[in-house]
């Protein structure tokens, strides 16, 4: 069966600081992966998402990016934090049909981070 | 503008009491529609796939159904265990996107 680690499940993190959120997925090969944020109260907002290595898109501007080294890795990053870039960090993944679209999604455990 | 908003906000439920919550969606083309459940500080966890209107699907006290303008999620004789943020999302056609509704807190009591 397949599983999704993220880790850390929870950080803090001083404005200004760099960022390193890891996401990996066991049990599945090339999957499509993807990183929401989810805003207390409000719906999750897809940030980036991968159809393979090195292949990332990004659906919104902002502060942060995405890296895929292996095939079942996922990585967001930032150089510097926002106070604005808290939240609750998803990592999700789905199954390669040819589309990114169309696909159930499964989601990991998330991180809880706090810009302060 | 492609849009999914869900009704009500929050809901409180007596053990037992049936209801239905609501996903409403003006998209430009409808792929798929997609129920999850959240519990508190977790990530969401797939429940329904919902691809034509008229679909069905059920599981357990749950079961979804599907317009071509919304979705209902029912819950049959709720137990205090089905609390839970219940997120509905869709995909669209031409777009990468799953769009997801803020979602309803279901809060079932004994």
């Known amino acids: 069966s397949q599983t999704i680690h993220q880790w850390p499940a929870t950080l803090v993190q001083p404005v200004g600081s760099p960022l390193s959120l890891e996401c990996t997925v066991e049990g599945t090969s090339n999957p499509n992966l993807y990183w929401y944020r989810q805003a207390a109260g409000r719906g999750l907002q897809l940030l980036f998402y991968s159809v393979g290595i090195g292949q990332i898109s990004s659906e919104v501007p902002q502060n942060l990016s995405a890296s895929r080294p292996q095939d079942r890795q996922f990585i967001l990053s930032s150089k510097k934090l926002l106070l604005s870039d808290s939240g609750f960090y998803l990592c999700?993944?789905?199954?390669?049909?040819?589309?990114?679209?169309?696909?159930?999604?499964?989601f990991g455990p998330g991180t809880r981070l706090t810009v302060l | 503008e492609d849009q999914v908003t869900q009704s009500p906000e929050a809901l409180r439920l007596q053990e037992g009491e049936s209801s239905s919550l609501n996903c409403s969606y003006t998209?430009?083309?409808?792929?798929?529609l997609f129920w999850y459940r959240q519990d508190p500080g977790k990530g969401p966890e797939f429940l329904f796939t919902?691809?034509?209107a008229g679909e069905e699907k059920e599981k357990e006290r749950l079961k979804a159904t599907l317009t071509k303008k919304e979705s209902f999620l029912h819950i049959t004789a709720p137990k205090p265990e089905d609390s839970a943020t219940y997120l509905c999302?869709?995909?669209?056609?031409?777009?990468?996107?799953?769009?997801f509704g803020a979602g309803t807190r279901l809060t079932v009591k004994p």
């Open positions: 919902l691809y034509s």
């Open positions: 998209v430009s083309g409808l792929r798929g």
């Open positions: 999302a869709v995909h669209i056609y031409n777009n990468n996107d799953m769009r």
């Open positions: 999700a993944w789905s199954r390669d049909r040819g589309s990114i679209a169309y696909n159930e999604q499964f």
